[in-house]
């Protein structure tokens, strides 16, 4: 392991709320690419499609690791989940709360899970067209000032591939609480990896 990857497990490891960093061999990325792969494919069931570019992002990094984490990281400061038909968003994560509060008193909208808003108004301009689950990824702060590192992106992965990447590594599956992040850079002066 180099140097900047050494530093960067140990700035991992000592974020609050991160238990375990482990790093992605080939054999993982490609499984990890092929389960998200099939969702983009097939769909949530009944919900619509599903493209989670963040992940794809990522794996297009030279350097990704996961981290296990759990409720004590901190919480994501920008929305990465998104509800579109067309280029209408019908549903959003929401991070901002005084933006959410402003939301919640409208009646056009529907709050789920305390920071999903759905746009009912927007849901009825867009009816026949299939609508897409879009998940983004995520700048990771705790790491992007680190000296000789540059596109640092994190992404949450489908559940499926937290439950691949739980197994593989012998992580509790049980805990609710617990959840994975994977996290791609690359290091100044070496080519950009774009397999995926």
Same mark, same amino acid.
């Given at each position: &392991? ?14 609050? !709320? ?5 790093? @992605?061999? #080939? ?5 990890? +690419?092929?389960?998200?792969?099939? %969702?983009?494919?097939? !769909? @949530? ?24 984490? $759990? $409720?004590? /990281? #901190? ?6 989940? +998104? ?32 920071? +999903? ?5 927007? &849901? ?5 067209? *299939?609508?897409? +689950? ?5 700048? /990771? *702060? ?12 994190? %992404?949450? *992965? ?11 590594? !012998?992580?509790? &599956?049980? %805990? ?5 992040? &994977?996290?791609? /850079?690359?290091?100044?002066?070496? *080519? ?5």
């Amino acid at each position: &392991m180099t140097e900047h990857l050494e530093q960067i497990e140990t700035v991992l490891k000592s974020t609050k !709320g991160i238990l375990d960093v482990k790093w @992605l061999d #080939r054999e993982a990325r490609e499984r990890i +690419f092929e389960f998200e792969n099939r %969702a983009y494919k097939n !769909g @949530l069931s009944g919900l619509g499609g599903y493209h989670n570019e963040g992940v794809k992002e990522v794996l297009s990094r030279k350097h990704v690791c996961v981290v296990l984490n $759990n $409720n004590e /990281f #901190r919480h994501a400061t920008e929305p990465s989940l +998104f509800w579109v038909a067309g280029d209408i968003v019908i549903g959003e994560e929401v991070t901002d709360k005084t933006r959410l509060k402003r939301l919640e008193k409208k009646n056009t909208v529907k709050i789920l899970r305390k920071k +999903f808003v759905l746009h009912l108004d927007k &849901m009825k301009e867009v009816r026949g067209h *299939p609508p897409v +689950f879009i998940v983004r990824g995520l700048p /990771f *702060p705790e790491i992007d000032g680190i000296h000789g590192i540059q596109d640092v992106l994190s %992404a949450s *992965p489908i559940g499926s591939v937290d439950v691949y990447l739980k197994k593989r590594y !012998g992580w509790d &599956m049980n %805990a609710k609480d617990l959840g994975t992040i &994977m996290i791609g /850079f690359n290091l100044f002066g070496e *080519p950009r990896r774009n397999e995926f």
